[in-house]
């Protein structure tokens, strides 16, 4: 559910109990278009997050630590200048637009104490934080919109803050009695009862007006026309609670599944929903959950996509290099030509003279002894002019050599590449991505760090399942895992996969000196296929040997490596292992 101005209501309201005149300690920004507070107290200290981010618009106290860019952007770092050490002093949020304001006491450059505002303004993708001085002028913005952007509102430094445009509806804390519903639900309509109410009052979405009407008409998705007037007396009583408990700002963290309890969303409302519902202890903990694994994932996607991008370029660079490359091989095909010139001219020496642009003479490489006319450099002599073919021939068959161990080495660069692909179409986890980015960087593939500090990242381990009969498979997330499980953590006997021809990772059975049965082969082998960019594959052919047959050819990229004395075993993918 987006955050409504009801749900922002009781996170104010929880907010002021908890942070109201703290301090503020530290000032991050781990992403684009998100702020972390660090703000201490007498009694605790908390982390109040702020995220204008158009998927997940949000405010709330988080317990998670998440990973800080090497270099603050500048908007956190203007935040850092004009925010450490203030005082938070107030928290207002008006009516219930989606829009929460901060407001700080700090002190200036001269010292003197003036006050300053932090805006969140939650409007999906017009989401945005501010910073706003005394005299009410924007000071930055983390998303500035300019009049490209829009002709009514601008967010630029130096002009005034306007509040967000109002909407034409009603705000229920401006109002003493209800009567305005019973106009709502005697309205002659056939749009959804959920969809009017929502069109109608301020500050609640359709999911809560949803939830009102599941829970006192047992009905969902249903149209005003085909309401009785029982059902609309039910419902203008489930109403009046809804608005009463908004008012009172009395409403409860809660947790709402579906019926599959696969999927659930949040509320500010209990109504007794039986085991679809569960109860939290507080709105921050409830959206710190709810929130985490989403944003964690689309960090992960976002760092993802980077990354590939720049593979992919890399790999498309690499496909034309050869593309010249073979060109280049062509031309060198034809190298013999200029040993039999130099040849000919050779045995005629004789007959060369400087001043002479070309000779016509038999070719006793033919069995006819067929003339062939041999151009000739006039500002040579013979002798110079047979070196002339001879140095060609013999540079021919230079270029050719090197032009062909240039092609077998972009070829290498291409599975290198492909195979980094594959794990990064896979990567679950910051860390592993964080590897592969690290050791692109060492191989030369990308650029290193511009400020040339080394980013510690904590070391990723290769994935631990185990089969049926008990025995522990090892498979690798990236190429530096896979060099570490087949060449440090595996032994000479233990069992080593890998899919044929293919990219993926390495797949270990550790034996401990017991024999796997087939089960168990079949077991690990499925893994290492589901670990490939086979996985998608109906049937796959699976390589298998001991480790004591693997060997890293000298001067060979992470995770590439040559086996013999294999057995291969084709399996019919299971993707349920």
Not at 110 to 125: C, F, H, P, Q, Y
Not at 531 to 551: E, G, H, L, M, P
Request: hydrophobic fraction near 35%.
């Amino acid at each position: 559910m987006p955050i409504d101005g009801a749900f922002l209501r009781h996170i104010k309201k929880e907010l002021e109990e908890n942070i109201l005149g703290s301090r503020v300690d530290k000032i991050y920004q781990p992403s684009k278009y998100e702020i972390i507070l660090n703000l201490r107290s007498i009694k605790s200290n908390f982390k109040l997050l702020l995220c204008s981010n158009s998927n997940f618009p949000r405010v709330h106290i988080t317990k998670y630590s998440v990973e800080n860019p090497q270099n603050p952007p500048m908007f956190c770092m203007l935040l850092r200048k004009k925010l450490t050490s203030a005082k938070l002093i107030n928290i207002r949020q008006i009516g219930l637009e989606r829009a929460v304001y901060f407001d700080f006491e700090s002190k200036n450059e001269l010292g003197d104490t003036v006050n300053l505002t932090l805006a969140l303004e939650i409007m999906g993708k017009y989401s945005n934080i501010i910073l706003i001085d005394n005299n009410n002028k924007i000071i930055e913005a983390i998303r500035r919109v300019d009049s490209d952007m829009s002709s009514k509102r601008l967010i630029l430094p130096g002009l005034n803050y306007q509040y967000p445009p109002k909407q034409s509806k009603i705000c229920i804390l401006d109002t003493t009695n209800t009567l305005f519903l019973e106009e709502i639900m005697s309205e002659k309509s056939d749009v959804e009862v959920h969809k009017l109410l929502c069109s109608k009052i301020q500050g609640i979405s359709s999911n809560i007006f949803n939830q009102v009407i599941k829970f006192n008409i047992n009905k969902e998705d249903i149209k005003l026309s085909n309401i009785s007037d029982e059902e609309k007396s039910k419902l203008l009583i489930g109403l009046r609670n809804l608005i009463d408990i908004i008012k009172k700002v009395a409403g409860k963290p809660c947790k709402i599944y579906n019926d599959s309890r696969q999927n659930y969303d949040v509320s500010f409302l209990n109504l007794g929903e039986d085991k679809s519902l569960i109860e939290y202890n507080s709105f921050s903990s409830l959206l710190d959950e709810f929130y985490y694994e989403k944003d964690r994932l689309e960090r992960i996607k976002n760092k993802n996509n980077s990354l590939t991008k720049k593979v992919d370029r890399l790999i498309m660079r690499y496909r034309n290099k050869i593309e010249s490359q073979k060109k280049e091989l062509e031309d060198c095909s034809n190298k013999e030509i200029y040993k039999i010139y130099g040849d000919l001219l050779l045995s005629n020496i004789y007959k060369l003279k400087r001043g002479m642009t070309e000779i016509k003479l038999k070719n006793f490489y033919e069995k006819d002894n067929k003339e062939i006319i041999v151009k000739l450099d006039s500002r040579l002599d013979g002798s110079e002019n047979v070196q002339k073919y001879y140095k060609k021939y013999k540079k021919l068959c230079n270029a050719e050599k090197v032009i062909s161990d240039e092609i077998t080495k972009s070829k290498n660069d291409i599975n290198y590449l492909e195979s980094i692909l594959d794990f990064l179409s896979r990567a679950e986890s910051d860390s592993v991505i964080e590897e592969m980015k690290i050791e692109l960087e060492k191989e030369g593939y990308i650029k290193r760090n511009k400020s040339g500090n080394k980013i510690k990242v904590k070391p990723s381990s290769p994935d631990e399942h185990f089969s049926p009969e008990g025995f522990k498979i090892l498979v690798g997330n990236n190429s530096k895992q896979n060099d570490m499980l087949t060449f440090k953590i595996a032994k000479k006997n233990d069992l080593w996969f890998h899919v044929k021809n293919v990219p993926g990772s390495h797949a270990v059975i550790i034996t401990e000196g017991k024999i796997p049965s087939n089960d168990t082969i079949l077991y690990a082998a499925n893994l290492c296929a589901l670990n490939s960019k086979a996985r998608f594959s109906s049937n796959v052919a699976v390589d298998y040997t001991q480790i004591s047959n693997v060997k890293k050819p000298s001067g060979a990229k992470p995770g590439m490596v040559n086996y013999f004395n294999y057995k291969t075993i084709c399996i019919t993918l299971n993707k349920l292992i």
